[in-house]
């Protein structure tokens, strides 16, 4: 066997961005301690699964991932197999028994032990769990410029821990009370990320309108923003995953003064009819929801929305349902994410009965988005001819015989909004690079344009690639 200090490591990294962030810090901590980075997990010494446990369906892919990863390792092609994030830290001990093959187990805690982890792995070590019961830490970054992205966007998790106790949530019991980065460590982050050649720094936490106010600061979130607008180069900040009832006036305000920040508001609503937010512990939204979508635009004419409904909650009826119904019908989000209710372990929900069937509950998320998809359709021919910037993220393949660019424009975020397809990108484009285009139509959820003049607004530098991660 190798000697330990040899060892690789490659990442199988699950779930949502902030998640992505954390395996980043982690491979940080390895690389410091002299532990590299494997082209893929496939050819990597030790692979580690980092896992998310937000929803039955989350479980499930993690699930596979792992046995996947145990396969792998029974044929041969690795030493060991570590778990990590939320899945591991939601069960502890009790994971041993369902994943026998797996070596190690480590918590949302305990990121910077994963090196002596990944060496009494690679060791031989067995058995090994390191979870603590209550998280309370805080992560910056010892690479902040190191990016699993995979295009010229980074994530900048500024806050950890969730201080809200929604009913059908289990992120609280397991990532811990709500914790913001300070303001000096966020701007040497997004620095590092700019200049290693992002150009979209992706503001996340599992509520970024609460940043700061741990601290005692009312408008911490808006004081951000108005700093990293301050940096220089041209680049996109976004803000993700805000709290309907925490959309403040001065944040509004901030968001359309700004040079930098995308209008973009991405404010999950979960539910319209205030019967089912007080049964969600929501009852502080409902005022908030329904004026959410006029109040937005009314501030930021131009503003772009994302939201995301839960359906098949128990208690929810047929009338609740068509509340939810007309309510989007009447907001026309731009973009909205629904999911089915999924009974989570330690919550609130849990314990409530009159549960809508399987069959309910999936029809009625088919027909919110039916209805949405109805409501895209309407906005993507109203903005045929609508001219934009679009940032480069890879070539594509071909659209009606021409080749493409793959890019998004100020109004898709990644992963969950589709993409811009780009046809007359100029030889030499590359990934970050801006281009200037007028919208020609779409299919789907993507759009689709045309380079104006085939001229580039401005080049990026080359993104340097990251190895390790999937």
């Known amino acids: 066997m190798a000697h330990p200090a040899s060892v690789s490591v490659g990442f199988i990294s699950l779930g949502c961005s902030k998640n992505v962030v954390d395996a980043q810090v982690m491979a940080g901590f390895l690389l410091d301690a002299g532990i590299c980075l494997a082209p893929s997990p496939e050819t990597a010494d030790v692979v580690i699964v980092n896992t998310c446990a937000f929803i039955g369906d989350a479980r499930e892919e993690a699930a596979a991932a792992i046995l996947k990863a145990c396969r792998h390792k029974a044929a041969g092609g690795c030493r060991g197999v570590v778990v990590t994030g939320c899945m591991a830290q939601r069960y502890g001990t009790r994971l041993r028994a369902s994943f026998p093959d797996v070596d190690a187990f480590a918590g949302v805690d305990e990121l910077d032990r994963i090196a002596s982890i990944v060496r009494r792995v690679a060791a031989g070590e067995r058995g090994v769990v390191a979870v603590s019961a209550a998280p309370s830490r805080l992560y910056n970054p010892t690479r902040p410029a190191l990016s ?106 901030t968001v359309a003064a700004s040079r930098k920040v995308c209008r973009y508001f991405d404010v999950p609503v979960q539910h319209s009819h205030p019967d089912m937010l007080r049964a969600m512990l929501r009852a502080d939204t409902a005022k908030p929801v329904a004026a959410l979508a006029a109040r937005i635009r009314n501030a930021v004419p131009d503003a772009v929305l994302r939201t995301t409904c839960l359906v098949g909650y128990p208690g929810e009826k047929e009338s609740h349902f068509e509340h939810l119904l007309a309510y989007l019908e009447e907001a026309r989000f731009d973009h909205v994410g629904v999911f089915v209710y999924s009974p989570e372990e330690g919550t609130a929900a849990c314990r409530l009965g009159d549960l809508p069937s399987p069959q309910a509950a999936e029809d009625r998320r088919r027909r919110l988005m039916l209805a949405q998809r109805r409501i895209v359709d309407r906005k993507r021919r109203e903005r045929i001819g609508v001219t934009a910037d679009a940032l480069l993220i890879r070539p594509g393949r071909a659209l009606r015989g021409r080749a493409s660019w793959e890019a998004r424009l100020e109004r898709q975020a990644p992963d969950v909004d589709g993409v811009t397809r780009v046809v007359g990108v100029p030889a030499g484009s590359r990934p970050g690079d801006w281009a200037r285009v007028t919208l020609t139509g779409g299919r789907n959820y993507d759009l689709h344009a045309v380079a104006d003049n085939g001229a580039r607004v401005c080049a990026a530098p080359r993104m340097r690639p990251t190895p390790g991660q999937r």
């Open 148 to 253: 699993f992205s995979g295009g010229p966007f980074a994530w900048l998790k500024i806050a950890e821990g969730c201080d809200h106790v929604c009913g059908f949530c289990a992120i609280p019991g397991i990532r811990g009370k709500f914790r913001s980065r300070s303001v000096d460590d966020l701007m040497a982050e997004a620095r590092a990320l700019l200049g290693a050649g992002a150009r979209e720094l992706n503001v996340v936490a599992q509520d970024t309108t609460a940043y700061g106010r741990d601290r005692g600061e009312r408008e911490g979130l808006a004081a951000l923003l108005r700093a990293l607008d301050t940096l220089d180069g041209r680049f996109w900040i976004r803000v993700l995953y805000g709290y309907p009832a925490s959309l403040s006036d001065a944040l509004l305000e």
